[in-house]
């Protein structure tokens, strides 16, 4: 699933190629059609904005609400370039100063008023963004301590709590600050919790600058030795999503 450096990195891409510009906007794709795409067809891209998964592009009195979910993406292209996928799977397509935006796949895409898209319940429950420029982890801290017997490591997957955290930076995070992700939030300290929120910020931003390019510690390394003790990682799944966690039993408690 993308998460929230994927899509900070896509805003920056926005901004530096399609904000202030007018766009050509068509679906060749029935589901984009169906989020209503095109109505977009002549306006200009005003505001840019991330916020955990969640990307939103602002025309004035309209807006597109995209997330990613497991499989979506957007892809840049110069005109006339070949696409890595064929135009007709394309949800959306954004053309202006010099560049095709293109959208394939995910579970939200849509079209709505800006007016609508401040009130989408769905908006309206997340968290504070892990990457946003103000961001405050006491917040946090203080909302995973109302239910104290969850795991952290699910917690963190809770963008009702903290948006913008996926499974990578779950496990990669708590490796960091060396605590184990089934450990329940009401036996994790406030500085231990803090130490996890940070290194998960550090980490994506990390992660925003280079472009994506990054070497894992532990997640995915469910066959691989740890980089600390050379012990056996562990992975299985976590909470009701049954997301996979990645961890050291050793240097992780």
Not at 37 to 59: I, P, Q
Not at 97 to 107: L, M, N, S
Not at 224 to 246: K, V
Request: aromatic share 6%.
């Amino acid at each position: 699933m993308a998460e929230g450096d994927t899509i900070l990195r896509l805003a920056r891409r926005f901004e530096a190629n399609l904000l202030g510009e007018m766009v050509a906007a068509s679906a060749p794709n029935p589901r984009g059609k169906a989020a209503a795409v095109e109505r977009l067809d002549g306006r200009t891209l005003e505001t840019v904005e991330a916020h955990g998964k969640h990307l939103l592009l602002g025309f004035g009195e309209l807006a597109l609400h995209s997330h990613l979910g497991m499989s979506g993406g957007w892809h840049f292209y110069r005109p006339g370039a070949r696409w890595r996928r064929p135009r007709s799977s394309a949800w959306a397509l954004l053309s202006g100063g010099g560049w095709e935006a293109v959208q394939f796949g995910g579970p939200t895409l849509k079209v709505t008023t800006t007016v609508r898209l401040r009130r989408d319940p769905q908006l309206a429950r997340l968290g504070p963004d892990i990457l946003a420029e103000d961001f405050d982890p006491a917040p946090v801290v203080a909302a995973m301590r109302a239910d104290p017997g969850r795991g952290l490591g699910d917690a963190l997957l809770d963008q009702h709590l903290v948006a913008g955290i996926g499974n990578i930076f779950k496990s990669e995070a708590c490796f960091a600050a060396r605590v184990d992700p089934w450990r329940p939030v009401g036996e994790v300290s406030d500085e231990v919790l803090l130490a996890v929120l940070a290194a998960a910020r550090e980490q994506m931003l990390a992660a925003v600058e280079s472009g994506g390019r990054h070497s894992f510690r532990v997640y995915k390394r469910r066959q691989g030795a740890c980089p600390s003790c050379r012990g056996p990682i562990s992975s299985r799944g976590q909470g009701d999503a049954n997301r996979t966690t990645y961890w050291c039993p050793r240097c992780q408690r």
